[in-house]
């Protein structure tokens, strides 16, 4: 009866104050159990391992005042959630991490994952500078979600948000955002699922300079680090859709995918390629790069040689499919149309998709336009 009394003051009272406390109350936690932690600034790291709530009654830590969040101002890393399930994490900056802002795994035991993760209104930035140093690290995962995050500058050859071996997962109305320079994140990428992950869906997400790959669908990993063991593929069954991207040297790369749609998406001037098809893990037993799908996309580039996708050999382009893609070349309308592995159906080519404010980050088309049911702005039932 004592101790039952004893966790409760735990994690019932007021916010606490320091990463000890944080800690000390979370691991106290029981299903359905609240802890906040007041607005400041805190150093150092938060380790918990084996936190559990349950499906539908999840431990939930947060930042006490949403308009006021507190900042964890890591040092290898901010927050590292070992196996956890059934666990929110929301209204949070976390910050100057050397390694990687927040890291979620299953601790090792590849064929136990760990799930049932929400994060919600996350702040990440300034991680790295340098190496493979991701905003948000997920390797194991399953059953998660991702919405409201914001991810800002993150290690130059890491990603924003990157995930191996995870499942049955939905990021959404997340913003990722590279700190603009012409190398600064060159060999990275915005959100990379590799590793075997599966049935993952993008959606409503705005890339801004995201990395040399705003979106890598797939990846290289090496085999001990699938999870479970390898299948085949890097990726299968994911879905972007809804989603704005500026700038990157592609706005897309399908990297040993088997299975993935990208459709409904605005894409704004990708430096290099709109997509790429790529075929890098060549183990025996992978499927080439194959049955991606492309369409309804609003594809907007400066000049004509961006409009074109790189593909690689040991690939499979010929099982791509394409419709309804609306491509436009400012500088030379005339050479808007793509060279694209497959016949594309009812693509619109040329026609200026009258942005109503680009200067401003604007990229919706005029309602009147070509570009009407294309993009972004024309998604309206989200699967």
Known sequence: MIHLIVTALLVVPGPVDSLPALRQAAMAAKPGDRVELACGVYEGSLWLDNLRGQEGAPVIIAGADPANPPILRGRTECIHLVAPAWVTLENLILENATGNGLNIDDGGITNVPAQGVTLRSIRVRDIGPDGNADGIKLSGLTNFTLEGCTIERWGRGGSGIDMVGCANGVIRDCVLRGDGGADAVRGASGIQMKGGSRDISV????FERAGARA??????????????????????????????????????????????????NTIIHPTRWVFRILQETRAEGFVPCRGGSFSDNLVVVRHPAARHPNIGDGTSPETFTFARNVWYCESDPSASRPTLPTPERDGVYGQDPRLIDPAQGNFTPAPDGPAAKAGAGALTTPK
């Not at 990157?248 to 040993?256: H, K, L, R, T, Y």
């Open 203 to 206: 959606q409503a997400c705005r």
């Open 215 to 264: 979106v890598n669908i797939g990846g290289s990993t090496g085999l001990q680090y699938f999870r479970p063991a390898p299948r085949g593929y890097e990726a299968a069954a994911i879905t972007v859709e809804g989603c704005t991207f500026v700038g990157s040297d592609a706005a897309v790369a399908f990297v040993g995918v088997d299975g993935a749609t990208v459709r409904f």
